[in-house]
């Protein structure tokens, strides 16, 4: 009867992993940070309120339309919705968001933080 898995078979297998491993650990470091043409985009009430560099620090009071009031901090290459004055704080649990595309929606408030590349185009990718 042959043997269908040789020791080359699990060699071939333990090698193709671990360039698959090395291959995730260096695409996750080298896309960790912000690039220099990212903008963050804050909306309060369907208005643009704001817009920030986002490898810039800084805290943003942003008033509700509600009445309320949210507090954005962009850190780090990072955006956070640090404190919020609606009950559920959906928003400030989120954590933060550091790439093109993402966002952080406070529905009591109205608030809406994304992040966008700094041509602001609407479209990632076009095809025909």
């Known amino acids: 009867m042959k043997q269908f898995i040789r020791k080359a078979d699990i060699i071939l297998l ?6 698959g491993l090395a291959a995730t650990v260096v695409l996750a470091r080298t896309g960790a940070g912000a690039p220099a043409d990212d903008m963050v985009v804050i909306k309060s009430g369907g208005e643009i309120f704001g817009r920030y560099p986002l490898n810039e620090d800084v805290e943003i009071e942003v008033p509700a339309p ?27 649990k989120h954590g933060s968001i550091s790439k093109s595309g993402e966002s952080i929606v406070c529905l009591p408030n109205r608030l809406i933080v994304t992040i966008e ?8 990718s076009i095809t025909s």
């Open 66 to 92: 509600s009445g309320g009031e949210n507090a954005v901090t962009i850190k780090g290459g990072s955006v956070t919705v640090s404190s919020a004055s609606c009950k559920n704080q959906v928003c400030v």
């Open 117 to 124: 590349d700094k041509s602001g185009g609407e479209y990632d």
């Open 14 to 19: 333990i090698v193709l992993l671990a360039l």
